[in-house]
């Protein structure tokens, strides 16, 4: 449930931003027959997308179903070797709210940012990684969608791993592959 958090809020936090004010931001996803950008965080995160959405076809692919499988064990480790001893010092030493957290050079590292700060209202990051589009899973040949979601696990391989992204490393795996950019990092 906090992983669905995470994903939904920074994906939340960043589209609505990156679209304010715009006609894409008005339009309901569904009547174009593309996917929303929560159902699209979902997918990503090896989540299943809302009933009715197009990409729920595609989680019977057993591409899918394999990076769903594996985020689910990554996720578990994740919790039991880092993210709750962060919880555990933060109800210790951060106990006092913080509005609005900035996390300058956090590139896309919203994972601690709300680990650390879960009750702020607003997470301003900043980086020099290129921010990109919501990926667009839909029009990914069915047979590119196993590659795609593996360069998205490698590009998340250090922050699950050791707690931080490794710049050079990111510059480097944010920039291939099907998904580009921090967004579908987030």
Request: glycine fraction near 8%.
């Amino acid at each position: 449930m906090r992983r669905l958090g995470c994903a939904l809020l920074a994906l939340t936090v960043i589209a609505v931003g990156w679209l304010h004010g715009s006609a894409a931001a008005q339009a309901p996803a569904a009547q174009s027959g593309t996917a929303t950008a929560n159902d699209t965080a979902r997918f990503l995160a090896g989540l299943k997308p809302s009933e009715g959405s197009p990409l729920v076809a595609l989680t019977s692919d057993p591409a899918w179903q394999a990076h769903a499988k594996s985020f689910d064990a990554q996720w578990l480790l994740l919790e039991q070797r880092q993210l709750s001893k962060v919880r555990a010092f933060q109800a210790k030493y951060l106990t006092e709210p913080q509005k609005t957290l900035f996390y300058m050079f956090s590139g896309p590292d919203f994972l601690y940012a709300d680990a650390f700060f879960p009750k702020a209202a607003t997470y301003v990051l900043s980086g020099l990684e290129l921010i990109g589009p919501i990926p667009d899973v839909l029009k990914l040949r069915k047979a590119s969608l196993g590659q795609a979601l593996g360069h998205l696990k490698t590009s998340l391989r250090h922050i699950m791993g050791f707690s931080y992204f490794i710049t050079l490393d990111m510059g480097k795996h944010l920039g291939q592959g099907q998904f580009r950019g921090t967004l579908p990092v987030l």
